[in-house]
């Protein structure tokens, strides 16, 4: 009898501390904290000596007609090594690159898939990477999923719009890169991130 009378305050107890914890849990929002980042790419088309995006396997065919050669070959892959900066003027303060592939994925339509990694080298996010990929097609406003990231940005999911800003030559522009991501945080620390002019911590 006693036995079962201890048991029952055993059961009692575990579940006003399971409702205790259930209702001091935070909403799962809180979970993620929301970031956006808004960098420059200073993409260097071509063949000249300051170019940054070069073919890295030529594909088997047949000529896309809707892409200028001479990468417009079915499977042409090109690698990227684009310097960022802070604005889209050439001049201001690099902080970070993008490495990266795109590739001719369509016989006949503008679309290149494509899959990158930007890195960030200032401040308290030196070193912290956000990784995205999808398709470009031609728009003239571009939209990759956030499919991870590094650092600060571990386990970021999220998505980042991109479009062309400034054309410096038909070799020389300039892309914005926007984006729109979210971070696991303990919820303890969701209001304890650095501050950046970089990044927007909402």
């Known amino acids: 009898m006693m036995t079962s009378s201890i048991a029952n305050r055993l059961l009692l107890l575990l579940a006003a501390a399971v409702a205790l914890t259930t209702l001091m849990a935070p909403p799962v929002s809180a979970w993620r904290r929301p970031v956006q980042v808004t960098v420059y790419i200073q993409e260097y088309l071509g ?4 170019t940054t995006e070069k ?20 499977g042409d892959t090109l690698v990227m ?11 201001s303060a690099p902080i970070g690159r993008v490495y990266g592939t ?5 016989m006949s339509r503008p679309v290149l ?19 995205m990929g999808g398709i470009d097609d031609s728009s003239a406003v571009l939209e990759h999923a956030v ?25 020389h ?4 890169l926007d984006v729109h991501a979210s971070v696991p945080v303990l919820w303890t620390q969701a209001k304890e991130a650095p501050a950046s002019s970089l990044i927007i911590d909402h």
Do not use: C
């Open 147 to 171: 499919i991870g990231g590094t650092g600060a940005f571990r386990g970021a999911q999220g998505h980042v719009v991109g479009k062309v800003v400034k054309a410096y030559s038909p070799t």
């Open 47 to 50: 063949n000249g000596p300051q």
């Open 55 to 74: 073919l890295l396997v030529r594909g088997p065919g047949p000529a896309n007609p809707s892409l200028w050669p001479p990468n417009n070959l079915f």
């Open 173 to 176: 522009v300039v892309m914005e």
């Open 81 to 91: 090594d684009d310097l960022v900066t802070e604005s889209p003027d050439n001049t």
């Open 113 to 131: 898939v494509v899959s990158f990694t930007l890195l960030l080298t200032t401040g308290s996010y030196n070193g912290s990477t956000i990784v």
């Open 102 to 106: 795109y590739m001719v994925s369509s």
